[in-house]
């Protein structure tokens, strides 16, 4: 992998592990420092290896920079050093030799442990999961305002304002106690929900498939699951549903890089380890008396992967669907519900429930009334097919939109 693939890579995956070690060790009042010192890393990498080539263990070549970084920001800045001189004097080393810890168990203790600092019940949901996406997943701005379905000036002002409550509040990084986790962790799962979802379907970076971001959320709700206080029925479903939809990524787009829709794909590419992994998991959730959305959301998306009779298969989707919605309402989730409606009770009905929802400025729902249209009036399934074109974000949906609107016109 060349310099060009390789550092957006590593950006991706090792930034926000650098900044939270820093941003514990310093405290949260020194988050920008934290995230600058990362940042001057990944220059440096950009400027030396495109000249020097790739070290050998690239990972820890970045470590090594960060930590001399950071002890030369606390050795140099005589202010800065003041504000942390309480750090310096609990190490019988000098500045310039204080331990920063970049070991894998730090790294994850302090992830966990930044999640739960930034999820403060102070702090609106929305702000703690900005924050959170932004700190610890390394998501731009405009990819937080694509998952808000806002813009970049609001979730800059929702972060700035969460940040300053931060250290109004003092917060530390550390694990809330016990009774307070609970509270907690439906922010903590929110963040990690939309991550995964930013990775399986990106609006931001206009590809089909981010597996960097699925792989990171993956990898995030397993720690969670792994922590004994937070191995708790909502985070092993949402791992559950983790699971079922990585295990069709190899599915999901042909040999020239175009998405595969569900209908369309070779079952023989589903990750059967994956599968049963998200089964065992979906298992383990059952072992609390609170049926959570992740719950419903794994339960579906098992009954997609499962290669079962196509009737029993779509009757069962339908239920969960009906009973998703009376937990949570979503648009989202009650257009997936039209779409399970028309495979079990025909065009005509879905059509009809569909267009209750008017979803006039989504693509998809333009997408859906095109196909569930098209064996009916074709002039109509055109027109939306149209509309859902013009109203497309990324280029795989309009080559999807488009190959609908040249069957329809042939």
């Known amino acids: 992998m060349e310099e060009q ?5 590593l950006f991706r995956t090792e930034f926000s592990k650098i900044t939270t070690v820093l941003c514990k060790l310093l405290g949260i009042a020194h988050l920008e420092v934290a995230e600058d010192i990362a940042s001057e890393t990944f220059l440096l990498a950009l400027e030396t290896w495109t000249f020097k080539g790739i070290p050998e ?37 000098s500045a310039g030799e204080m331990e920063i810890d970049l070991s894998e168990r730090n790294i994850a203790d302090s992830q966990l442990q930044m999640l739960f600092a930034i999820c403060q019940p102070s702090i609106p949901v929305e702000a703690q ?23 970049k000036e609001t979730i800059n002002k929702r972060l700035f304002r969460a ?58 709700v397993g720690m969670l ?11 092993n479903a949402l791992l559950s549903l983790m699971c079922f939809h990585a295990s069709r990524f190899a599915a999901r ?16 590419l589903w990750d059967e380890q994956l599968i049963a992994k998200g089964a065992w998991h979906l298992h383990q959730a059952t072992k609390g008396d609170r049926i959570s959305k992740y719950h419903i959301e794994a339960s579906i998306a098992w ?12 009757a069962q989707i339908l239920q969960l669907y009906n009973q998703l919605l009376r937990i949570e309402y979503a648009p989202v989730a009650a257009l997936n519900r039209t779409y399970a409606l028309a495979k079990v009770k025909g065009n005509s009905e879905a059509i009809i429930a569909a267009e ?24 109509k399934a055109l027109g939306h097919f149209l509309q859902a074109h013009s109203l497309a974000r990324t280029n795989a949906d309009r080559q999807i939109i488009q190959r609908r609107i040249d069957q329809l016109r042939e």
């Not at 009954?303 to 779509?314: A, C, L, P």
């Open 57 to 93: 263990n690239p990972v820890a070549w970045l470590y090594s920079v960060a930590k001399n970084k950071a002890r030369n920001q606390i050795h140099r800045d005589h202010v800065f050093a003041e504000k942390v001189s309480l750090i310096l004097k609990s190490s019988s080393s």
């Open 253 to 268: 787009k042909d040999a020239n890089g175009a998405v595969v829709l569900y209908q369309d794909q070779d079952e023989a």
């Open 163 to 220: 940040k300053e409550k931060l250290r109004e509040e003092k917060v530390k990084i550390e694990f809330p106690p016990e009774k307070e986790i609970n509270g907690r962790l439906d922010a903590v799962l929110i963040t990690l929900y939309l991550l995964f979802n930013e990775g399986y379907y990106s609006e931001s970076k206009d590809a089909i498939l981010r597996q960097d971001l699925c792989l990171e959320a993956m990898r995030l």
């Open 303 to 314: 009954w997609h992967t499962n290669k079962t009779d196509e009737t029993e298969k779509w």
């Open 5 to 9: 693939e390789l550092i957006p890579h």
């Open 356 to 379: 209750a929802l008017k979803l006039t400025n989504n693509h998809f729902y333009f997408m859906l009334l095109g196909v569930l249209y098209s064996d009916i009036d074709r002039k």
């Open 225 to 235: 699951v792994a922590f004994e206080p937070t191995n708790l029925p909502p985070v």
């Open 129 to 151: 999961v900005g924050l959170a996406l932004r700190i610890l997943c390394g998501f731009g701005i405009d990819e937080i305002a694509n998952a808000f379905l806002t813009n």
